[in-house]
């Protein structure tokens, strides 16, 4: 088998992909520029990727966040059961830890949930991450969802995320949306790929 080149070379300038991914399908991407928010609009698939590639926030010390819609897009409110779990480690060697987030996940809960939290916003600062969404226009099924990402603390260390949970309806998703706690996405890039 032949290899293919992207001609683009990095992922966050994907715009085609010139091979076939099985059925993986690039349905669509969104830059950040000062942005209070990224939406998608979701369809049929039966699973979702999203990819984050360098999202950097305008302020410090926040935290990226989703929440879906049942109604499309007018609210973002659908009740979510989530657990949490992250690693970190500092630049400095002070400190390492493997904890579970009683704080963050949620419980019956319409709150947006905490992709990543405490990003820092120095220059060299940003949020990388995957997102996949198993069959969100189902009407029979609850919406289960894996997140894993990864940031560059405001505190100067790198911290892993993991999170996973469903958005406890029968309805089904058309929407989803990424924005952070308090402020701007500042920059960053988000990819969405949907899988039969």
Do not use: C
Not at 151 to 175: P, Q
């Amino acid at each position: 088998m032949a290899l293919t080149k992207l001609n683009n070379k990095a992922v966050a300038n994907v715009t085609s992909i010139p091979v076939a991914l099985g059925d993986m399908v690039l349905v669509s991407s969104a830059t950040a520029s000062s942005s209070a928010s990224i939406e998608f609009s979701l369809g049929n698939y039966k699973e979702y990727k999203f990819f984050f590639v360098d999202i950097h926030p305008q302020n410090n010390a926040v935290n990226f966040q989703i929440n879906f819609s049942s109604d499309n897009g007018s609210n973002y409110n659908v009740v979510k059961t989530t657990t949490v779990f992250n690693t970190y480690h500092f630049e400095n060697d002070a400190a390492t830890a493997l904890t579970y987030q009683s704080g963050q996940d949620l419980a019956q809960s319409s709150s947006d949930q905490i992709l990543l939290d405490a990003i820092g916003n120095d220059n060299d600062q940003s949020h990388v991450g995957i997102i996949q969404l198993f069959n969100p226009s189902s009407t029979t099924y609850v919406k289960n969802f894996i997140a894993t990402s990864n940031r560059y603390w405001e505190g100067d260390g790198t911290a892993e995320h993991f999170v996973a949970g469903y958005a406890n309806t029968t309805s089904a998703l058309t929407n989803i949306i990424f924005r952070m706690s308090s402020g701007n996405i500042d920059a960053g890039k988000i990819l969405m790929f949907g899988i039969n």
